[in-house]
């Protein structure tokens, strides 16, 4: 079972606090957020699986490569098909990325679950197969192009055969017929054998062979053809797809420079690498795996990653991340993650994984697909037998039912409903959004109300010493208490106070959840916290009015004085508000644990509805808790993905902010933004948005236009030609009008 790997920021102003790495999931977070007493508030040691995960261990299971599979009705059969299997507890076919993923029962080696898997998807859909996950794929070959084109060659040769000779239409056209759909003969045949009937084989073979029936020779052979071009082109269209949603997410580097004892490199696989190896990057090149510079310094292109297009200066003891791009001098680096691990393997991973979360729109689309068809053979039999018994004719009834069957397949449906979704999540991480699943982006198109935690989401967590009150020591002795955290107010307390610590002096840090911090220094008690630690202790203070982030000291029992600290709102929070109201968000919410004053001036100035102050870690579930009662909108949450996690975890759409390289963003949020922009949210808003009216679309044209050549195929106005159009066409036009997301990210 999946775990959520959690490590917290020392504290925040808003008093959520904790210091350990701790396993935990939703249901522990939510016993942490419900803590009242410093001593339960951090869930350490806490080891608990996480129930909502849909996908389960994906490293558990078994991955393969899937080759010769163009049909997502297919991808369904199959995995319908071997999660019946005996030797399978679970079985997933991602037929957007072309990979399947199978979780065996018992200890069965992945070479024998690859060879009894193949033999029954051989059986569904012959000709495709799987092959191991580091393994190449097999070549495209050229026969099929090849025989597309002797197909056609043969047809019209036949139609001047035809045309030019007194020979029988039947001996003309059989051969071409056989040699056209010869291939969509064997799988239907071999189907039927194994209990699949109802696929767009059967469907082909039945009619055509009707229509030889009927004596429509030339529109029999010609149905076959124009359907194998229309596959034909169909494959090329999902090809180009697939390969346009995998450039987007082109973050790999090819190769990693390993610096080898006497300075020279070696050029190995970046999977290769372990903690400690130190490798060269030079400029042009990609960071290969996480790691920190120990020598050289440069300028880092994150736009990969994060869509941001300003480089980051980076220098000896700063992160580098695997998918960054080197833009100028050499750096040398020791690698601080395997390539597992590293933020490129997990951002690759997520965008992989993301289609095995459908949306409600791709369920209903799979569930309707099984029942469609049936139902349409259905009607077409009704179509031969029930007016041939009230007018006769049956060999005119036999043509139009015929052509009844070519227009029914639901490959259009099948294929571009998820397309359009996996081509949604595409477009989104090309601007550093990376989003779970189609559910998730459908879900996100819903959002009514946004909940907002304050420093690092709408303000930038920067924070610095504005100004000091009281005992020439209050700041002195506040260096002092902060100095065991690494948290941005104390680096700031750290950077006004310039001096040295000389940590022998202090003993017993404690932190209190929701107040601030204990430590002795020189043997007697210092406190610096918030006005309620003050409270807490019975120590007489003087308030400080001014706006920010205010820390009081005490020391030996006396009050000492007062620090302000301050925050900026971020340059583009107040567009990004606006931008989600514009887009039909009704309520914009901020949490935070600082003081009601300090919060209304920020929610003021970047146009927030409602603020929720000083609350302590536990609260700000219970407020989001609130909101989601409310009605039947979703509420999404947005944080920083580490101290946020409880309210992320619960929210309708947890979005997490500026999430590279956190473990505990990628496990708890839906949405990762990797960069801390909250401009983010309303384009990924708009995103989800157009993708869900490119399906919406799709299903229209789909439907509509098979609908419309149904009734006028069964009143004998259109023949079989129409048919074709009305089930490959539309399919194409269908996967075309899906691309057209991959590009969408352009205009937002």
């Given at each position: 079972m999946k775990h959520l790997h959690v490590h917290h920021h020392d504290h925040k102003p808003d008093g959520s606090c904790c210091n350990h790495d701790t396993k935990v999931t939703k249901e522990a977070y939510e016993m942490h957020a419900s803590s009242n007493t410093p001593n339960q508030a951090c869930a350490c040691n806490t080891d608990i699986s996480n129930e909502e995960d849909d996908i389960g261990d994906i490293e558990a299971k078994y991955k393969f490569k899937l080759s010769g599979l163009d049909c997502g009705s297919c991808a369904q059969k199959i995995e319908d098909r071997l999660n019946k299997a005996?030797?399978?507890?679970?079985?997933?076919?991602?037929?957007?990325?072309?990979?399947?993923?199978?979780?065996?029962?018992?200890?069965?080696?992945?070479?024998?679950?690859?060879?009894?898997?193949?033999?029954?998807?051989?059986?569904?859909?012959?000709?495709?197969?799987?092959?191991?996950?580091?393994?190449?794929?097999?070549?495209?070959?050229?026969?099929?192009?090849?025989?597309?084109?002797?197909?056609?060659?043969?047809?019209?040769?036949?139609?001047?055969?035809?045309?030019?000779?007194?020979?029988?239409?039947?001996?003309?056209?059989?051969l071409p017929y056989l040699f056209t759909g010869y291939h969509v003969i064997y799988k239907s045949i071999k189907n039927i054998m194994h209990g699949e009937i109802f696929d767009e084989h059967f469907l082909m073979t039945i009619a055509t062979l009707g229509a030889f029936v009927v004596a429509a020779y030339e529109e029999a052979v010609a149905v076959m053809l124009f359907y194998n071009i229309g596959e034909y082109?169909?494959?090329?269209?999902?090809?180009?797809?697939?390969?346009?949603?995998?450039?987007?997410?082109?973050?790999?580097?090819?190769?990693?420079?390993?610096?080898?004892?006497?300075?020279?490199?070696?050029?190995?696989?970046?999977?290769?690498?372990?903690?400690?190896?130190?490798?060269?990057?030079?400029?042009?090149?990609?960071?290969?795996?996480?790691?920190?510079?120990?020598s050289g310094s440069s300028s880092l292109d994150l736009s990969a990653l994060n869509g941001e297009v300003k480089l980051k200066d980076v220098h000896e003891g700063d992160e580098v991340l695997a998918g960054s791009l080197n833009t100028m001098g050499l750096i040398t680096c020791e690698v601080t993650k395997?390539?597992?691990?590293?933020?490129?393997?997990?951002?690759?991973?997520?965008?992989?994984?993301?289609?095995?979360?459908?949306a409600p729109t791709e369920t209903f689309i799979t569930k309707f697909a099984k029942v469609y068809t049936p139902i349409v053979v259905g009607l077409a039999l009704l179509l031969v037998i029930v007016p041939t018994l009230v007018v006769g004719d049956f060999y005119t009834w036999l043509y139009r039912a015929c052509t009844f069957l070519v227009i029914s397949c639901p490959c259009a449906l099948v294929v571009s409903v998820p397309l359009g979704f996996y081509a949604g999540i595409g477009s989104a991480s090309r601007i550093g959004a990376l989003v779970k699943g189609g559910n998730y982006l459908e879900l996100l198109e819903h959002v009514d109300t946004i909940v907002m935690d304050k420093t690092g989401t709408i303000t930038k967590g920067e924070f610095a010493v504005e100004s000091v009150q009281g005992h020439e020591d209050t700041l002195k002795l506040a260096a002092y208490a902060e100095s065991y955290s690494n948290h941005p107010i104390a680096k700031s307390i750290a950077t006004a106070y310039t001096k040295a610590i000389d940590v022998t002096k202090l003993s017993s840090y404690q932190e209190v959840a929701g107040y601030g911090v204990s430590v002795s220094y020189d043997d007697k008690p210092l406190l610096v916290?918030?006005?309620?630690?003050?409270?807490?202790?019975?120590?007489?203070?003087?308030?400080?009015?001014?706006?920010?982030?205010?820390?009081?000291?005490?020391?030996?029992?006396?009050?000492?004085?007062?620090?302000?600290?301050?925050?900026?709102?971020?340059?583009?929070?107040?567009?990004?508000?606006?931008?989600m109201h514009d887009l039909g968000v009704s309520q914009t919410v901020m949490l935070t644990g600082d003081q009601a004053d300090i919060a209304n001036v920020i929610a003021k100035e970047v146009g927030i509805n409602n603020v929720h102050a000083g609350?302590?870690?536990q609260d700000k579930v219970s407020i989001l808790e609130e909101y989601l009662t409310k009605d039947d909108k979703a509420v999404a949450f947005v944080g920083d993905g580490i101290n946020d996690a409880p309210a992320l975890?619960?929210?309708?759409?947890?979005?997490?902010?500026?999430?590279?390289?956190?473990?505990?963003?990628?496990?708890?949020?839906?949405?990762?933004?990797?960069?801390?922009?909250?401009?983010?949210?309303?384009?990924?808003?708009?995103?989800?948005?157009?993708?869900?009216r490119i399906v919406i679309q799709n299903v229209v044209m789909a439907l509509g236009i098979k609908t419309i050549v149904l009734i006028l195929s069964a009143f004998g106005i259109t023949n079989m030609w129409a048919g074709v159009f009305a089930d490959v066409g539309v399919t194409l036009l269908a996967v075309l009008n899906s691309m057209r997301m991959l590009y969408y990210y352009k205009k937002v």
């Open positions: 005996d030797y399978i507890q679970e079985a997933k076919i991602n037929f957007t990325h072309g990979v399947a993923y199978i979780e065996p029962k018992g200890n069965i080696s992945k070479q024998e679950v690859l060879e009894k898997s193949n033999v029954l998807i051989d059986q569904v859909e012959p000709g495709a197969k799987m092959v191991g996950d580091d393994e190449e794929e097999p070549k495209e070959s050229n026969r099929e192009r090849n025989e597309l084109l002797l197909s056609i060659a043969i047809f019209f040769i036949a139609v001047i055969v035809e045309k030019t000779t007194n020979i029988h239409p039947f001996l003309i056209y059989v082109f169909q494959d090329l269209a999902v090809d180009r797809t697939r390969k346009s949603i995998t450039g987007l997410m082109d973050l790999q580097a090819e190769y990693a420079n390993l610096v080898k004892a006497d300075n020279s490199y070696e050029e190995v696989d970046p999977k290769t690498l372990k903690i400690g190896d130190r490798i060269a990057i030079k400029a042009g090149e990609k960071v290969p795996v996480d790691a920190i510079v120990v395997a390539y597992k691990d590293s933020t490129v393997s997990k951002i690759l991973d997520l965008v992989e994984h993301a289609s095995n979360k459908k916290g918030n006005q309620k630690l003050m409270e807490k202790e019975h120590i007489p203070y003087t308030v400080n009015q001014n706006l920010g982030t205010v820390l009081y000291v005490a020391y030996n029992g006396q009050y000492m004085g007062s620090i302000v600290i301050g925050d900026q709102i971020k340059p583009t929070s107040k567009q990004a508000i606006q931008d609350l302590l870690p975890m619960r929210a309708d759409v947890g979005i997490s902010m500026g999430g590279v390289g956190s473990d505990v963003a990628i496990e708890a949020s839906d949405i990762v933004l990797m960069s801390d922009d909250l401009l983010l949210i309303p384009k990924t808003m708009k995103i989800a948005r157009k993708t869900k």
